[in-house]
């Protein structure tokens, strides 16, 4: 990406001038010529930035939970509003936390939907995700959140197939580890802490989702995986929230957080490898234990 294509992407899609430009975190902070300021970002690949753009839009339309304001997308750039950083406060996160039971309650059209207008072809981060809707939780996350990594990470060496045995017992077993049925939730999909983006205006913003039809413990475990700062009162005002609307979560969640990092782990491994496979097994032999 040169600052010229940055530049090029925002003529298109903002229809202004753009003036200086800076990297910010392999996307590009663009200042326009009548005041302000967007971030262009080019796609990991096909469909991308289009799937980006139908995410953030369904998030975005209930305003539970402040997202960037999309500019327009096309099948290699998405322009986006720029949201100046702040520090993290504990009322930015029990807003968000607030916030964030609300917005899952918005529910979705089945598992594995993808946001209106999306992909079903789209990403999580630079790794392919697929939206297509299913059945079930069980069978969704089973099919399309756990199989196709660990294929893939087999066929790169990263597991044996003894290894990826732990995986099959999982995915067969996944109607009895699961919490009890529950509609499907309006999830980010890729909620780790680098997309809780703090403020400067002092809220928490969602930023770079993955948004599809799930359940909604699966953005809260994402959110314990690297360590979002003060999680406790994110997760403490997201439970009184939902109490409060009439759907608690489900007893022993905290429990289920393995089965459902699985996934954010096992995209982990095949981008990465490394550390991140034996976190996968560890993780797939705590949902195991954990009934």
Known sequence: MTAEEARAA??????????????????????????????AK?????????????????????GDVPVPGVHGADGEWIVLDFVAPGAPSVEAAEEFGRGL??????????FGSPPPGGPADAWI?????????????????????????????????????????????????LPELAAAPEPPARLHGDAWSGN???AADGRAWLIDPAA??????????????????????ILGAYAEAARDAGSPLSDGWPDRVPLHQLFP???????????????????????????
């Open 265 to 291: 782990l096992l995209v982990h491994t095949v981008l990465f490898g490394g550390g991140y496979a034996r976190q996968a097994l560890t993780a797939a032999d705590a949902a195991l234990r954990a009934r």
């Open 212 to 233: 599809h039809g799930g359940h909604r413990e699966t953005d809260l475990a994402m959110l314990r995986l690297f360590g979002t700062p003060l999680l406790d009162h």
């Open 42 to 62: 080019r796609g990991a690949g096909v469909n991308a930035t289009l799937a980006e753009a139908a995410g953030l839009r369904w998030l975005g339309e209930s």
């Open 196 to 198: 809780v983006h703090w």
């Open 10 to 39: 925002v003529r298109r899609h903002v229809g202004v001038e753009p003036g200086r430009t800076y990297s910010l975190g392999g996307a590009a902070v663009v200042s326009l010529s009548g005041g302000g300021q967007v971030v």
């Open 101 to 110: 039971a609300a917005l899952h309650l918005r529910g979705a059209p089945a």
């Open 125 to 173: 981060g630079l790794a392919p995700m697929r939206a297509e809707p299913r059945a079930d939780w069980a069978e969704f996350y089973a099919r399309d959140r756990i199989e196709p990594y660990v294929r893939d990470a087999v066929r790169q060496g990263l597991f044996t197939t003894g290894q990826a045995a732990v995986f099959d017992d999982v995915c067969a077993r």
